[in-house]
């Protein structure tokens, strides 16, 4: 079955800087990833789509990639503020289009 | 932007109390509601998927009779955790996809901290 694996230990990264969020995934290459941001005691909230036959889409400070053949989407967050700390969660769709979740990277950005 | 609320955000009730949380989609029409359940730094788990006018479909090892889902109009799904007990504690989020885009972003309400006593 398809597993997504997200760094679980937390990135500290300083304000200012670009911060690199990983997700890989084991199976079949989902028709699309997607990212999201979720604050603490609130729900998550969409960032950015990318779908197989893309290779990056950005949105203002926010980068993501998708190699299929690595298996992996990479999330970028350039000029980074102390308000983009946040947990990041990746969803790949699966053939349902059922979105399966990772567990999510905390990121804190220092100033 | 797609607003999803979702009421209550806090419960605190005595074990054996039957709780409803709701989900309403405000600005759009939700044919397809999920209701997710998360522990501290856990992924979210779906529990259930919710189609307007239809039974829900439950997760492996969701129990339906535990967890009622209504969903009786695009805008508004409902679920009742019945005779709630302390294990039945945690964090219930919701999410609604825009009708006929199944391969677009859920959206997504803030969540219902359920604490059981």
């Known amino acids: 079955s398809q597993k997504i694996e997200q760094n679980s230990e937390a990135l500290n990264i300083q304000e200012g800087k670009t911060a690199t969020l990983t997700c890989n995934y084991t199976?079949?290459?989902?028709?699309?990833l997607q990212w999201y941001r979720q604050d603490p005691g609130r729900g998550p909230v969409f960032l950015l789509l990318?779908?197989?036959n893309e290779k990056e889409k950005r949105k203002e400070r926010l980068k993501v990639t998708f190699d299929t053949t690595l298996k992996q989407s990479l999330f970028h967050i350039t000029a980074s503020q102390p308000a983009d700390s946040a947990t990041y969660l990746c969803?790949?769709?699966?053939?349902?289009?059922?979105?399966?979740w990772g567990a999510g990277t905390k990121l804190i950005i220092k100033p | 932007g797609a607003v999803v609320s979702q009421h209550p955000s806090w419960v605190i009730c005595k074990s054996g109390t039957s709780v409803k949380i709701e989900c309403r989609s405000l600005?759009?029409?939700?044919?397809?509601m999920f209701w997710y359940r998360q522990f501290p730094k856990q992924s979210l788990m779906l529990m259930a998927t919710?189609?307007?006018?239809?039974?829900?479909?439950?997760e492996q090892g969701v129990e339906k009779d535990k967890f009622l889902i209504n969903h009786a109009s695009l805008t508004l799904s409902t679920l009742t955790v019945t005779s709630a007990h302390p294990e039945d504690s945690s964090f219930y989020i919701c999410?609604?996809?825009?009708?006929?885009?199944?391969?677009?972003?859920?959206?997504f309400g803030d969540g219902t901290r359920l604490s059981i006593l």
């Open positions: 969803a790949l769709s699966d053939s349902n289009y059922q979105l399966i």
């Open positions: 199976n079949y290459s989902p028709a699309y």
């Open positions: 990318i779908r197989e």
């Open positions: 919710s189609n307007e006018g239809s039974k829900a479909t439950y």
């Open positions: 999410s609604a996809r825009d009708r006929g885009r199944s391969n677009q972003p859920q959206h």
């Open positions: 600005d759009f029409q939700a044919t397809t």
